[in-house]
């Protein structure tokens, strides 16, 4: 495939939230329609006026859903509840880590009370999930070559997310897209 295939074949999945209405335009997802360049794969020109895109982490780039499960149900098991499973935990992730355990806490059985100096659910989570936050995450199908066109082309690229800084910049080491991003 050519960079701009790469580009499309991942990113067309995203078609109309990156934008370029202007004069009356339909939108239409900037990366996706990008004319070929007819110079080689060393001297592409950028896309259009972009240069600079910001992905979010989780659900765009990565799948993480599995060590986020893994972490959540590490948890719940502390706390006498039962584990969730992916399909669970996918419909509760979203808004943060926090959330994603209140949510889970809820589903099994109501929120819990921590005495004076005990850890939260909140923070035995990150706990378990900072101590593992890559193993079963991996890079979603796609994501490796699109970026790497983008990077051809002279496109900044950066990642904005709930998760903290030093665990994100961990992960997209681990998986080998940190080389891709400023941090």
Do not use: W
């Not at 240069?51 to 799948?63: A, E, K, N, R």
């Not at 399909?87 to 880590?97: C, H, L, Q, R």
């Not at 209140?102 to 378990?128: C, K, S, Y």
């Amino acid at each position: 495939l050519s960079p701009t295939d790469k580009i499309k074949s991942y990113f067309g999945r995203f078609q109309g939230v990156v934008s370029n209405e202007r004069d009356g335009q339909s939108p239409k997802a900037s990366l996706t329609g990008v004319e070929e360049p007819k110079q080689s794969a060393t001297a592409l020109r950028p896309i259009g006026n972009i240069s600079t895109v910001i992905f979010d982490l989780d659900g765009t780039l990565i799948d993480s859903a599995l060590d986020l499960l893994a972490a959540l149900n590490r948890v719940l098991a502390e706390f006498n509840r039962p584990p969730q499973t992916r399909e669970m935990v996918v419909g509760m992730i979203g808004n943060g880590a926090a959330k994603l355990v209140g949510r889970a806490l809820e589903a099994t059985g109501g929120l819990v009370e921590t005495r004076d100096g005990e850890e939260t659910p909140f923070q035995r989570f990150m706990h378990h999930y900072k101590s593992a936050p890559a193993v079963q995450t991996a890079p979603y199908p796609g994501v490796e070559d699109a970026l790497e066109a983008l990077a051809q082309r002279g496109v900044h690229m950066a990642v904005c997310t709930n998760k903290p800084h030093a665990l994100s910049v961990t992960i997209l080491e681990a998986l080998g897209l940190s080389h891709f991003f400023r941090h």
